[in-house]
């Protein structure tokens, strides 16, 4: 090995936290001992917690023991079965009968690789204690911690939305009880009615997933309310994902039943009317309303101070996913900022790999490996067609960017679009599978 | 497919190299961002091919015809334009080396039966062991998902991906019917 700069750093940095976990370890003995609200007091072995069970904590968790079976890994989620967010919209389109496609939960995971499974709410971290609080008030204490909350929304930006707004007009962007709620809206819908999806500026949870919507909407449409139209109000200047590919099928599929808006950020809501109000100024008034709110890091990660200056969303280190702004505190998938990776599923899968690899790399003192990571993403634009995007990334320049030369998404002339509809199905198994298994 | 005494050491040679002092990037590190889509000890299936102890010859073939546009793709062309040949080496490694991963699939008993002699008679020469093994760049065909095989011969059929010369010999003497019950047969293999 030369022993570059980097490289140097690198072992420098491996270096203090072998010091800084012997610490760590004393101190949070002292907390055990002397706290009667702690939770699973931790012995002498290392302990990773891992805050959420979804597409990158399932994964960070089983990585960080199949990695290092000696260190204890504790994963706390608020949910005993956890619903997909991709694939969803097959839900919404009338595509798939139940959300039982979508649904995993947590029993194999744990047992397959000793991950220890604590249902609860985490209301609190402290990042100089070393300790999350849950819900009930209990703490856990950590040598190291991943963060994988997802994402949370601004409605406060959003003049007139309340607690009951997303139960007339539902997000349907975290999957579950909302998913139902809009399609049983759709489903309860007279044909000649208008359905309105309204989308955030970009970076928001899954770019191409407002598009896929309207498109499976506008399938379901065409075939069951011929008279009926979805309408897209796009926040953002031009479609975001996928762009020849969507604006293709709507032109080719879907001209009586979609309409897309692009420009339209919505700032006002009102549900009993079922209203939006772009900029203040322009009412657009549907029959079913898919109001998607802007979005930020999970509510915990904002909480533990773990986002930027831009308020939104967490600045970490592109080697081991580390928190730029806590040290010992890792963030992946959603709610990290991953230089130009998408805010997708795929993406926290493979991110979760990479913060796993590294941090036991780190806490046993080890070498780091450089980041090599993908994003693979279908969006169903038929009951039989789909189409995808691929990227690559590696760090270049100090930054998670695509590698030239490569990635991109299907063909124009929908040449893959069948095989990649079979694909896709088989892709949202998988991942489940490793998730769960 | 390289003889086991060859693989072990390759495998022995790179197990000692990824923790110490590797160079970035590691097969591992490559590797787990395949495991989504390919599953982490096999398929599971219904489509996505299994690549888990499959030859590293078939993998590093594979991915260089899909780099260069000569096999045909879904997402794969795109993927493999990232990666250089000493990586596709790594990726290869690692796979091969993983459990061979058995299947379960709902398949026509009359067409396992057929597949069975007909695979025999044309194409044990290259898919050998019942495809367990295969001869350099023959991929390992057992077990794999049955879709996957027929989507693969769907484009050898429609010449969008181009059959090894030998292989295309046999191939245009068979029916559908018969190509189907060979696919079948292997999917079965245990």
Redesign the interface.
């Known amino acids: ?1 030369t022993l570059d700069r980097r490289n140097f750093i690198k072992l420098l940095g491996g270096a203090s936290t072998v010091a800084m976990a012997g610490v760590a370890s004393v101190a949070s003995a002292a907390v055990a001992a002397g706290s009667a609200s702690e939770v699973m007091p931790k012995g002498k072995q290392r302990r990773v917690v891992v805050i959420g069970g979804g597409y990158g904590g399932t994964i960070a968790a089983k ?1 960080v023991r199949m990695l290092d079976s000696t260190i204890e890994v504790v994963m706390i989620e608020r949910n005993k079965q956890y619903v997909s967010c991709p694939f969803s919209n097959y839900y919404i389109g009338g595509l798939m009968k139940d959300l039982s496609p979508l649904t995993i939960s947590y029993d194999k995971l744990a047992k397959n690789h000793g991950i220890k499974m604590v249902y609860a709410d985490v209301t609190a971290i402290d990042p100089a204690a070393k300790t999350v609080t849950m819900g009930d008030g209990k703490t856990i204490s950590y040598d190291r911690l991943i963060v994988s909350p997802g994402v949370d929304f601004r409605t406060e930006e959003i003049e007139g939305y309340n607690d009951q707004t997303s139960l007339l007009m539902p997000h349907a962007w975290k999957a579950g009880e909302q998913t139902i709620l809009l399609r049983k809206q759709l489903e309860a819908m007279a044909d000649g009615g208008n359905v309105i999806i309204s989308m955030p500026l970009v970076p928001y949870r899954c770019p191409p997933g407002p598009y896929e919507r309207a498109s499976l909407i506008a399938n379901y449409l065409k075939t069951n309310k011929p008279k009926s139209k979805v309408m897209l109000l796009d926040a953002n200047a031009d479609v975001v994902a996928k762009k020849p590919l969507f604006t293709k099928a709507w032109n080719t599929y879907y001209k009586d039943n979609m309409v897309y808006i692009p420009g339209k950020k919505v700032t006002k809501v009102d549900a009993a009317t079922k209203t939006v109000t772009v900029e203040g100024i322009e009412d657009f008034k549907g029959d079913v309303v898919n109001f998607i709110p802007p979005q930020r890091a999970g509510r915990i990660a904002v909480a533990a101070g773990l986002v930027g200056p831009d308020k939104n969303w967490c600045p970490v280190d592109t080697v081991s996913f580390e928190s730029k702004i806590h040290k010992d505190i890792h963030v992946i998938g959603d709610s990290a900022a991953a230089g130009a990776m998408p805010k997708s599923g ?1 993406s926290a ?2 991110e979760a ?2 913060c796993a ?1 590294n941090l036991v790399a780190l806490m046993n003192g ?2 780091t ?6 994003n ?1 993403c279908y969006s169903a634009i038929s009951d039989h067609e789909s189409i ?1 995007v ?3 990334y590696k760090v270049i320049d100090g930054k998670i960017a695509a ?1 030239p ?4 998404i ?1 063909p124009v002339d929908f040449s ?1 679009t069948q ?2 509809h ?2 896709a ?3 949202l ?3 489940l ?2 998730m769960s ?1 | 497919m390289m003889k086991w005494s060859k693989r072990i050491l390759v495998s022995g040679v790179l197990a000692f190299s990824a923790n110490a002092y590797a160079m970035p990037p590691t097969p591992e590190m490559l590797t787990f961002g395949c495991l989504g889509c390919h599953g982490g000890a096999g398929s599971a299936g219904p489509s996505m091919p299994t690549l888990a102890n499959q030859s590293k010859e078939a993998i590093v073939d594979a991915m260089k015809k899909f780099k260069s546009g000569e096999r045909p793709a879904t997402v794969m062309g795109r993927v493999a334009k990232a990666y250089t040949d000493e990586e596709f080496a790594l990726m290869g490694d690692f796979f091969s080396k993983q459990k061979f991963h058995v299947t379960s699939q709902t398949l026509k008993k009359a067409d396992i039966k057929k597949g069975a002699e007909l695979a025999k008679k044309n194409c044990s020469r290259c898919h050998m062991e019942n495809g367990k093994e295969g001869k350099d760049e023959a991929p390992v065909m057992a077990s794999q998902w049955l879709p996957y095989l027929q989507i693969q011969m769907e484009l050898y059929s429609t010449e969008k991906r181009k059959m090894p010369e030998k292989m295309a010999d046999k191939v245009k003497k068979l029916s559908k019917e018969e190509l189907d019950a060979i696919l079948t047969f292997y999917a079965n293999v245990k």
């Open positions: 090995m990585y795929y899968n493979t790999k990479v690899t080890k070498e490996v450089d980041l090599s990571t993908l693979v995808s691929a990227f690559v590698v030369n490569s990635g991109g299907s893959t095989h990649e079979i694909y199905e088989s892709w198994k998988n991942i599978t490793e298994t």
